[in-house]
DNA sequence: ATTAGCACTCTACCTTTGAGAGTGCTAAAA
DNA sequence: TTTTAGCACTCTCAAAGGTAGAGTGCTAAT
């Protein structure tokens, strides 16, 4: 289909391209790698290049620039070949961020920061998915009259709390008996599953036991429903340097896109089932207003159950080797530090 | 020192710049607000308004543009007039944001978008300072072998949460005795105030109580001290519309401010002991990378003592009447909102 | 199959030009 | 004394032309 020589012809166009934008010639590939052949030769195979799809010219004669499927054949490439990682910024990685483990969100927060640091893209990171989660402890807390906390353990540390105001004033002790029962039935069951039950159990009205616990599941599959997990988001300021984006239009909608994080956390939620570092190249992205953008992702786990992801997201002419080895090993470390805990 | 007269050119040319961007000159002031003068007049009281610092020519030979002392004086004697704010849109904020009463974060969240989406310009709200709330209740949890969960809870909801490690595994039934010892000390005081006592309690080594409290208690200082209150920023897409953002350059400016987030909580923090709603017009603002744009701030409170602030950022060229309406009934509902718990 | 040579094309940048908007000044009018 | 009309002058902005540079495609020679 397409000969090996062809091949490293249109990686040494996507290699020049991405160490700097602007379409590239047949005279720059001749220079910067030694082909043994002259531009003239370069320039036909640029042209076959072109009529596979994989190269296109912004306007009649200037240099080639890759299509998104170019890239695409790039990255596959890259993603098969790649069995060393380059353990050096690892250790960096590791011992940075094992300063923030205090609590899931900032350390979350400083992961998200880390990501657009080292990779000068946008770095992107959720918080563990509730529902994957698995329900270390339920307790229940009078917190004034009427009022009862409900927080609610995983076995990453605290997800969810929430102050709930009750019809009828309960004691302490009925609330400890109450959590008592939940936690005797749901205690190591991922809050899924758990929603899922109370459902079937509300529904199914066979309620022997008393009114309040009913009520109390009520309540708590309410908690469950309304899980928007957090997003950390940083480095626009970092990705407004590239010269990719000089454009005020570029800006203006990626902005839009991420300000609304809810679509944002959608998108990852569909992918965070899914195993190892994926990539989403411009158009192949399955957001609409993403796709003049690249989009690196994967996830991190509690036990093997992925719970939650990180990305990246930037430009196409992104440097997808170093990208994807950021977030392939910053998903690595996260779950190491999870479970570490 | 100004006439009547020229004051009345001031705020017409004022008026015109905020309407449109872009000098304004003295035959559209002539045509827009009935003074019954010429343009040759007009041009004379300007010429005098720039004189004064007032105005000033980006360049020779086109019309004017107010400076920051031009707006201050504008804004002051706004601030001056201002009796009845325009009732209108209190009550739709007040709706709006009555949905959100759930979790304090998410409510400010949703207040923040409320102030950029009313404003088009950025929206800030930050969370309580920490420091300012009064203290519910403590509850220590035990999590699971040798983790505790420290639970802060303060008169608007949980406030602080997080899971330490400790030594020695502790029962439960200790943990209570020490929650309960710290509650009858410091309920109903500032978390401030219990962090001075804390420290004076400590430094001067009177623990007559036993071990394990002593060591909750610096526990607690450290959980304190480490008080970084939440800040939610949105609009940024909203003021990319703006011709005021038409340059690259000030974006990125605004965008590094905004994104290390600390400078603003800082700056916050400040001002939050302050009453009413305060506005930083351009060079007035307290920090550098602010100085090219405004910022109007107020807080809310607790009682009457004012715990979080909330404010808007936007280019000078700002509508101010309708900034300081939008952020002071704001802060007026969330007050309202947050003793109404 | 590859390459050298050449005409052609397109962009980016610079300069020029003219229109438009607005000022400042002066002298006349109120 | 204050206001106004008239006019020359200045500056920006946008369109128009012109040139250099980079790169291509094609053809004919190797």
Tied chains: 1, 2.
Excluded: W
Aim: proline residues 3%; contains cysteine; charged residues 25%.
């Amino acid at each position: 289909m397409i000969d090996e020589r062809s091949k490293q012809v249109l990686f040494a166009v996507i290699q020049c391209y991405i160490n700097e934008p602007g379409p590239v010639g047949s005279r720059v590939v001749t220079k910067k790698y030694s082909f043994g052949l002259s531009p003239a030769t370069i320039r036909n195979i640029m042209s076959d290049l072109e009529e596979m799809g994989f190269l296109r010219q912004p306007h009649t004669s200037a240099g080639r620039v890759p299509t998104d499927i170019g890239y695409r054949f790039y990255v596959d490439k890259l993603v098969c070949e790649r069995q060393q990682n380059n353990k050096e910024n690892l250790f960096d990685i590791y011992k940075k961020l094992e300063m923030q483990k205090k609590d899931i969100n900032s350390f979350l927060d400083a992961a998200s920061r880390m990501l657009s640091s080292l990779s000068h893209y946008i770095g992107i990171t959720t918080s563990p998915n509730a529902g994957m989660t698995t329900l270390n402890k339920i307790d229940l807390i009078k917190y004034r009259e009427n009022h009862v906390a409900v927080l609610l353990f995983t076995d990453e540390g605290i997800m969810k709390n929430r102050i709930v105001s009750v019809d009828s004033d309960i004691s302490q002790k009925d609330l400890n008996r109450i959590a008592e029962y939940i936690n005797g039935k749901f205690v190591g069951h991922t809050l899924d599953d758990i929603r899922k039950s109370i459902v079937r159990e509300i529904t199914k009205e066979k309620v022997v036991c008393d009114k309040l616990i009913s009520e109390a599941l009520t309540l708590i599959r309410d908690i469950f429903s309304t899980s928007h997990s957090d997003i950390f988001i940083s480095g626009l300021s970092e990705v407004l340097e590239l010269p990719d984006f000089c454009d005020i239009n570029r800006i203006k909608e990626l902005l839009k896109t991420i300000e609304d994080k809810h679509i944002i956390v959608k998108l990852l939620d569909e992918i965070s089932d899914s195993e190892g570092p994926r990539v989403f190249i411009g158009s192949e992205n399955p957001l609409e207003e993403m796709k003049k953008f690249s989009f690196v992702v994967s996830t991190y786990k509690e036990g093997s159950r992925p719970i939650g992801a990180i990305g990246i997201i930037g430009p196409t002419r992104m440097n997808y080797i170093k990208a994807i080895s950021i977030v392939d090993t910053t998903a690595y470390y996260i779950t190491n530090m999870l479970s570490g805990r």
